[in-house]
């Protein structure tokens, strides 16, 4: 039954019909998708997770959330709405459970919860470092089965390969708004384009306002790092195109990532994890704030008046 | 009837059960074990080499299928579906379509067979994140 078309059983026909019949005797997180010309059929979706619960389980395979999280990877050029299964490399539009940040749900959990995250890569061609703010967590099982506890690691990054599943487990002490994300930078963006410039470290100040009479719309990138959200809201977008990162967030910039990217939310109390929740309410003394002068005398750190850096 | 044994009972009994058609519930011990490895009943060493098959022992019999809420709890799809079931003579059905469908990655960014396709009042179900139970 674990097959390849043509290899251990004939294809599927388009109009046709076919039976898997076999017994479950194991349990865990595991995948299934095409396996015929899997560059464009598991490219354009046709993957899933398939999780089997054990009999009887024990009270530590017990949880209060256990999600089920299937990392993907598509090529769709701005402008357009067919997925490109051609394209081998870079991959513009990274997703979990078929959606792209911020249209990715949140995690929604209560404090003290015991949750369980499954995570499964069906994408072509890249490995994802999932990452979590906030939490440690233990990775307690491989797509080959559960992981002995005492075989259980600690980590804040878990590598999902293609085709390979992880459980990670932790419990959810500590309420806020923590980002979940692929770490590999190029996956929290969206529809990345790479045929720019580089214009790190470069200051073209008045160039935009130059160039501007003959080109209405343009707009030096990255040169202090990219304000997605905002130069979605300035620049015309093609069609059928999403800004590369973007969501206005509670302390009024953009949240400057995209992609392969959630965010789970923990909080004391909850009526439901239904329940539109909202930004995190930081308790005082808890969010990075500017420094004021009388923090930098305390600390010795001088500041130019003019605000300029005259090292250089 | 049912007998409540610890972790290690299980473990130590699985090989008994597995030889010699032992009395306990073997999908219990089966299911209790990660990977069907279990140590060896002298030594209290792990055996490595006992097996390596996926499928789990095959000499034993389906149990009537799970059903959620009951037997286990259901996982949370974010942005996902269940694949609805039904039991059929015994057998948890599922019922997969391939076939082409419109997605949103994103209200701002859909894919489709073509851009002509706005109205996009699909009634497939997503074919991403499918997920079965048992």
């Not at chain 1, 209405?216 to 059928?240: F, H, I, L, S, V």
């Not at chain 2, 972790?7 to 699985?14: D, K, S």
């Not at chain 2, 396709?117 to 139970?133: K, R, T, V, Y």
Request: aromatic share 8%.
């Amino acid at each position: 039954m674990d097959g390849v078309g043509g290899l251990t059983q004939p294809y599927i026909k388009p109009g046709e019909t076919v039976k898997y019949e076999w017994t479950l005797r194991q349990h865990g997180t595991q995948m299934f998708h095409s396996h015929h010309d899997e560059m464009t059929q598991m490219g354009m979706g046709m993957i899933g997770m398939f999780v089997v619960h054990p009999r009887n389980s024990l009270p530590e395979y017990r949880v209060d959330r256990d999600f089920a999280l299937l990392l993907s990877e598509w090529t769709v050029e701005a402008g357009t709405a067919r997925p490109n299964t051609l394209k081998m490399n870079d991959f513009n539009v990274l997703t979990i459970n078929g959606k792209v940040f911020p249209s990715t749900a949140p995690l929604v959990c209560k404090r003290g919860d015991r949750v369980r995250i499954r995570l499964g890569n069906l994408g072509a061609m890249d490995h994802h470092p999932m990452h979590i703010h906030g939490y440690h967590f233990r990775i307690t099982a491989t797509d080959g089965g559960d992981i002995p506890f005492s075989a259980q690691w600690p980590e804040s990054t878990v590598v999902v390969g293609v085709g390979q599943t992880r459980n990670i487990e932790f419990i959810a002490d500590a309420p806020g708004d923590w980002a979940f994300h692929c770490h590999m930078t190029h996956h929290v963006m969206n529809q990345m384009g790479h045929q720019f410039p580089n214009m790190v470290g470069i200051k073209p100040e008045g160039l935009d306002e130059k160039l501007r009479p003959l080109l209405p719309a343009y707009m030096t990138m990255g040169n202090t790092g990219m304000d997605m959200g905002q130069m979605a809201e300035a620049m015309p977008m093609p069609k059928n195109t999403i800004a590369m990162k973007g969501l206005a967030g509670p302390f009024g910039d953009y949240i400057s990532m995209g992609g392969m990217m959630t965010v789970i939310k923990v909080r004391d109390q909850l009526k439901s994890y239904d329940e539109d929740l909202g930004w995190y309410q930081h308790p005082a003394g808890t969010v990075a704030m500017k420094a004021g002068a009388a923090d930098l005398a305390r600390d010795g750190i001088e500041i130019a008046s003019d605000g300029k850096d005259h090292r250089y | 009837m049912k007998k409540v044994i610890s972790r290690r009972q299980v473990l130590g009994i699985g090989v008994a059960g597995l030889a010699g058609g032992f009395a306990l519930n073997q999908h219990e011990a089966d299911a209790q074990t990660s990977d069907g490895n279990v140590p060896d009943a002298k030594s209290d060493r792990r055996s490595y080499w006992q097996k390596s098959y996926s499928g789990g022992p095959v000499d034993v019999k389906p149990l009537a299928p799970g059903l959620p809420g009951k037997d286990y709890t259901p996982v949370v799809v974010p942005n996902g579906a269940v694949l609805p079931s039904r039991i059929a003579g015994g057998v948890k059905v599922f019922h997969l379509v391939a076939e082409e469908v419109d997605h949103a990655f994103d209200p701002s960014l859909r894919a489709g067979a073509d851009l002509r396709h706005q109205s996009f009042a699909s009634g497939h179900i997503d074919p991403l994140a499918w997920i079965l139970f048992t």
